[in-house]
């Protein structure tokens, strides 16, 4: 695993460790993507920098070569001219291009696999980007669905706490109050029956007491002589 997908997986961590801490997700979203914009611009001007830098590389390392071989001919055309003191010098100098060649070339492969890391790097710097700003309108509806139930919950703890917590109250009260009206009319309804006993009692009495005195009546009549038998 390269160094610059080890820190692309820790920044992600911390992202998503400081989006599941944050009060505000939609802003450190927008913040995120805004940072994001920002590494890209940067990445895509280091890139730009590194492949003009191994564009350099390339050249200077292709022109040493160059040099290398011309100075290798000109030591063969000295030795066949017989002069073996400037073909040790052209071979002085070949060996030296040779040398230079050989570490530019060195620098132009590492700047390759420079850029071949950070073009990588890139790419998925824009797909994260992309995947962001895509799924944006998706958070901001899911966190908006979040913060709904959030108040709907808190509503229900309100009404558990208000008006529903009362409810049983107010139904025993309700309930307290229909009973003693229901006594209230059992009880009126026994003192009208008992009054209406009572009355017919006394009626049943009076009439036994008027028929005790007209016994009475018809039996003194009947000593006088009064009653016809």
């Known amino acids: 695993m390269s160094l610059g997908k080890r820190f692309r997986d820790i920044t992600v961590a911390s992202f998503n460790e400081m989006l599941e801490q944050s009060e505000d997700p939609v802003r450190l979203i927008d913040k995120y993507l805004s940072a994001q914009a920002e590494q890209i611009r940067e990445s895509e001007r280091l890139m730009q920098q590194c492949l003009a830098h191994a564009a350099t590389l390339r050249q200077q390392y292709m022109a ?6 011309r100075r290798e001919q000109q030591a063969m055309i000295a030795l066949k001219a017989g002069e073996d003191d400037v073909a040790r010098i052209a071979l002085q100098e ?3 291009q040779e040398e230079r060649s050989a570490q530019y070339k060195a620098l132009y492969d590492q700047s390759k696999l420079g850029l071949v890391e950070l073009e990588e790097q890139l790419k998925q710097i824009k797909a994260d980007f992309d995947e962001v700003a895509a799924k944006r309108s998706y958070y901001i509806a899911r966190l908006e669905s979040v913060r709904l139930q959030q108040r709907m919950n808190e509503r229900l703890r309100g009404m558990d706490g208000g008006l529903g917590a009362g409810q049983p109250r107010m139904f025993d009260r309700l309930e307290d109050r229909v ?7 059992r009880a009126l309804r026994d003192v009208r029956s008992r009054g209406r006993e009572a009355l017919l009692y006394a ?3 009076a009439t036994s007491a008027l028929e005790n005195e007209m016994e009475k009546l018809k039996a003194k009549l009947q000593q006088e002589g009064w009653m016809r038998s």
């Open 64 to 69: 040493a070569a160059q040099l290398k071989e």
């Open 94 to 96: 070949k060996l030296q």
């Open 179 to 185: 009973s003693d009206m229901e006594m209230a009319a």
């Open 203 to 205: 009626g049943n009495a």
